[in-house]
Structures are given as C-alpha cells and as structure tokens.
C-alpha cells in the first residue's frame, strides 16, 4: 500500500525555523513527483512547494519563495521543506502529495499523506 508520512511540525516564535519530512513507503519516490501543501482554519488548501522527481527543478508560491527550501533524498524515500524566517501567516496543517504523472501546485495529486500541524506564534 502506497503511503505518505509527514512529521516536524510544531510550534515555532515567528522568525524560527522548522523542517518537514514527507517519509514514503510502499513505493519508490524517484518515480514520482512530489509537493507540499498547506491548509489554514477557514481557507482552501494551497500549493507551497513541487519537486521533480531527481530534485532539479523546483517551484514555489511567491508567499514563501525565499524561505522555505523543498529537497528530497531518493535513497531515503523522503522529501523535506526547510522553513525559515517563519510568519503567524505560515500556520496551517502542512500535506505532502505524490503523482506519478501530475505536477506543479495543483490539486491533481493521486496520493496523499495525513497531514502535520505548523503553529507560528510568540
């Protein structure tokens, strides 16, 4: 069964730091495209960060271009998104997703993990 992990999130004072992890099991990751997304209390869900499939390309929103940096270790099956300078505004549960084919900051993504909570707060 293909499965998706995500884990690091926490509560952070505004301008720290946190790493995600996105940890893949049942398949192997350099098949597939990977993104982070994010979700805040009463707003839709958004594209943060996409990945191909060897880690050469990369895209993020303009919200957090500058800040969040999106990697992955194939030999790990793992993709991570280090936050830095982090914002109140930041605060969302953050998913990691999976395609075989679909990419980019849309919702098109086939698999999906459970999701892990970012609080940014003095």
């Known amino acids: 069964q293909l499965q998706l992990v995500e884990s690091g999130g926490g509560l952070v004072q505004p301008g720290g730091s946190l790493r995600l992890s996105c940890a893949a099991s049942g398949f192997t990751t350099d098949y597939y495209y990977v993104a982070w997304f994010r979700q805040a209390p009463g707003k839709e869900r958004e594209g943060v960060s996409w990945?191909?499939?060897?880690?050469?390309?990369?895209i993020y929103a303009l919200s957090v271009q500058g800040r969040f940096t999106i990697s992955r270790d194939n030999a790990k099956n793992t993709v991570y998104l280090q936050m830095n300078s982090l914002k109140p505004e930041d605060t969302a549960v953050y998913y990691c997703a999976a395609d075989y084919t679909y990419y980019g900051l849309g919702n098109g993504y086939h698999y999906w993990g459970q999701g892990t909570q970012v609080t940014v707060s003095s």
């Open positions: 990945i191909s499939r060897r880690g050469g390309s990369t």
